[in-house]
């Protein structure tokens, strides 16, 4: 993280935001992590397509440059926030505005979103700020 920039601490965000943060980074990491999520995911009652959809966003999202933490991390880091607080906006409205550069990233992030909601993972509305402020 940059200087000037608060860490947010995972354990002090909402319930709703773990369980998103846990998914985003197993799916993000090996075949282990991987395996995890897939648990996780049909636990919370969801299928392939979600697990899926969960797993395109996280791979366009790393193929855009965007950085994932160690599932252990106490951190949520910048690119994660980014992620999660596009989700909680697609969660309530389409996104239309995540870049010309990354329209894939955009169409991944609005089903991923949709797919999450179905799990029960509904985003806060102090989500969609970025920088996670109230």
Same mark, same amino acid.
């Given at each position: 993280?940059?200087?000037?920039?608060?860490?947010?601490?995972?354990?002090?965000?909402?319930?709703?935001?773990?369980?998103?943060?846990?998914?985003?980074?197993?799916?993000?990491?090996?075949?282990?992590?991987?395996?995890?999520?897939?648990?996780? =995911?049909?636990?919370?009652?969801?299928?392939? $397509?979600?697990?899926?959809? #969960? &797993? %395109?966003?996280?791979? @366009? !999202?790393? +193929?855009?440059?965007?950085?994932?933490?160690?599932?252990?991390? =106490?951190?949520?880091?910048?690119?994660?926030? $980014?992620?999660?607080?596009? #989700? &909680? %906006?697609?969660?309530? @409205? !389409?996104? +239309?505005?995540?870049?010309?550069?990354?329209?894939?990233?955009?169409?991944?992030?609005?089903?991923?979103?949709?797919?999450?909601?179905?799990?029960?993972?509904?985003?806060?509305? @102090?989500?969609?700020?970025?920088?996670?402020?109230?």
């Amino acid at each position: 993280m940059l200087m000037g920039t608060p860490f947010l601490l995972l354990s002090q965000r909402p319930y709703s935001e773990q369980r998103a943060i846990f998914l985003l980074r197993c799916l993000a990491g090996d075949g282990k992590r991987r395996l995890l999520a897939r648990y996780a =995911i049909g636990s919370a009652g969801g299928d392939e $397509s979600a697990v899926i959809a #969960i &797993a %395109r966003m996280v791979g @366009i !999202a790393l +193929q855009s440059g965007l950085q994932f933490q160690v599932p252990d991390c =106490i951190y949520i880091g910048r690119d994660e926030q $980014s992620i999660l607080s596009l #989700i &909680a %906006r697609c969660q309530r @409205i !389409a996104v +239309q505005h995540v870049g010309a550069t990354h329209p894939d990233l955009r169409d991944a992030v609005n089903v991923a979103a949709l797919a999450m909601r179905r799990l029960g993972i509904y985003l806060p509305e @102090i989500t969609m700020d970025p920088a996670g402020r109230p």
